[in-house]
């Protein structure tokens, strides 16, 4: 009536128009993939490398934000870490945020041994008196 049945018909270019209305979101998609998930990835590989290569004397932040040293890897799953002096707790690896040094073997000698001498020359002094007595 109103409407002639030519446009009505169309003009039989539905695959081209299908095309341009689905090209918008395949853009959106390649834009989130390069913008949001490919860097997300790299993260993740790159937390569980540094993850993997956790050794005795690495200076770690867990995601808690404590502060600590590894003492010893227990299992795969777990290191026990030093966060104060003499007090040693059992962590998740999963919950280390980051490694903040890793320790140079030649210093951590150089360190020991300087620890050892300031030890035994604090015990000297009741070397001397416990000699006396």
Same mark, same amino acid.
């Given at each position: 009536?109103?409407?002639?049945?030519?446009?009505?018909?169309?003009?039989?270019?539905?695959?081209? !128009?299908?095309?341009?209305?689905?090209?918008?979101?395949?853009?959106?998609?390649?834009?989130?993939?390069?913008?949001?998930?490919?860097?997300?990835?790299?993260?993740?590989?790159?937390?569980?490398?540094?993850?993997? /290569?956790?050794?005795?004397?690495?200076?770690?932040?867990?995601?808690?934000?404590?502060?600590?040293?590894?003492?010893?890897?227990? !299992?795969?799953?777990?290191?026990?870490?030093?966060?104060? !002096?003499?007090?040693?707790?059992?962590?998740?690896? !999963?919950?280390?945020?980051?490694?903040?040094?890793?320790?140079?073997?030649?210093?951590?000698?150089?360190?020991?041994?300087?620890?050892?001498?300031?030890? /035994?020359?604090?015990?000297?002094?009741?070397?001397?008196?416990?000699?006396?007595?």
């Amino acid at each position: 009536m109103l409407i002639s049945p030519a446009y009505a018909q169309g003009t039989g270019l539905m695959d081209q !128009s299908a095309l341009v209305q689905f090209l918008p979101l395949v853009l959106i998609f390649v834009v989130f993939y390069f913008l949001l998930i490919r860097p997300q990835q790299k993260k993740q590989k790159d937390h569980r490398t540094m993850l993997d /290569a956790l050794r005795r004397g690495d200076r770690i932040v867990t995601g808690g934000g404590i502060l600590g040293s590894v003492n010893r890897v227990v !299992s795969a799953d777990e290191v026990e870490v030093d966060i104060a !002096s003499g007090v040693r707790v059992r962590v998740l690896r !999963s919950t280390i945020a980051s490694v903040l040094a890793k320790p140079d073997p030649a210093a951590a000698r150089d360190a020991a041994k300087e620890r050892d001498r300031e030890t /035994a020359k604090e015990k000297e002094p009741a070397r001397r008196e416990a000699d006396k007595v």
